[in-house]
């Protein structure tokens, strides 16, 4: 059994509302319209490959399916859970995602999409879109016909530090100058609602799934807000995000050194600002910002040092 961290190399993906703000964080980005990065990814559109110790050059797919010990041998046809990093230089489309027995049954077998999202930067002003106004299935019909988008949807501005979590039947999107660190399940099953009459490179609009979107959308609307817990632990602020049947995610913030104990099946670290060092026994492992870092079952006691902030998922 491995006892190392294993860090992880990201999946970059282009979107038509991408930007280049990811490259801030030490990655050679593809082009000035990079949208997402898959950090941990175990998914036939995007796996994220292991890039240190023995398990060199594996995908994270590969180590679920081989190597399910790296996990405490959960069960479980597919790994669980994906990490993104995206940077909205445009609005995202307003979307909606299913849950497991809507997509088990319409989209051959895929998981449920209930995501969360944590704000690492915005510009002043910015807004998502999170939730809507329509008090019955009827009255969010006739204002889709009618194109009454301003008044369906529920804007709500948005500051760094800010968490939302996004369950399956959530009308949201991200809006422009936002990046976010998204937990979620291991999906990639949208259903567009509504994407402003945009184009595609080819002059195309882009498909919407509106008789998908309306079957699947929470009615009324029940944006789910959390209330954040804190502990201080040495020089560590811990804060739950949210934990709730699909994951558990969690902001390190370090300004020190701070003693753990890694006793989840998983921990998924991923370090959006400053750098610092684990300490397992005799071993040091350097880290930086933009670094992904799986912590495997059994790795056990270890230090935190430096002046850092992760967010950490598990289940």
Request: some cysteine; glycine content about 8%; charged content about 25%.
């Amino acid at each position: 059994m491995t006892t190392e961290p294993l860090f992880f190399k990201p999946v970059f993906k282009e979107r038509i509302w991408g930007g280049t703000a990811l490259a801030a964080f030490g990655y050679d980005i593809p082009s000035e319209q990079t949208g997402e990065c898959w950090a941990f990814a175990a998914h036939q559109n995007g796996q994220s490959v292991v890039q240190n110790g023995m398990y060199n050059g594996l995908s994270l797919g590969e180590l679920w399916d081989k190597h399910r010990h790296l996990f405490g041998h959960m069960e479980g046809d597919r790994f669980p859970l994906l990490t993104k990093m995206l940077d909205a230089d445009q609005d995202l489309s307003v979307q909606v995602h299913p849950n497991d027995e809507y997509a088990k049954t319409h989209e051959n077998g895929e998981l449920g999409k209930t995501e969360c999202w944590y704000i690492i930067d915005c510009k002043e002003d910015a807004e998502i879109i999170y939730g809507h106004h329509a008090k019955t299935k009827e009255e969010l019909i006739s204002m889709i016909e009618l194109g009454e988008w301003d008044k369906l949807l529920r804007r709500v501005k948005v500051k760094p530090g800010d968490f939302f979590y996004v369950p399956s039947g959530t009308v949201h999107a991200i809006g422009k100058g936002i990046q976010i660190l998204e937990t979620q399940q291991n999906s990639d099953t949208t259903y567009r609602l509504y994407d402003y009459d945009r184009k595609d490179a080819a002059g195309n609009l882009r498909e919407l799934h509106l008789k998908k979107s309306i079957e699947v959308m929470d009615v009324p609307s029940a944006p789910n807000q959390q209330t954040v817990r804190y502990e201080q632990t040495d020089d560590l602020q811990a804060a739950l995000l949210i934990e709730c049947p699909y994951f558990s995610v969690k902001k390190w913030d370090v300004k020190g050194a701070a003693s753990l104990k890694q006793e989840k099946p998983f921990l998924l670290v991923s370090v959006i600002e400053g750098e610092g060092c684990i300490i397992s026994g005799e071993n040091e492992y350097v880290f930086k910002k933009g670094d992904h870092i799986l912590l495997p079952y059994g790795f056990g006691e270890f230090e935190l040092s430096g002046h850092t902030q992760c967010i950490v998922s598990s289940l």
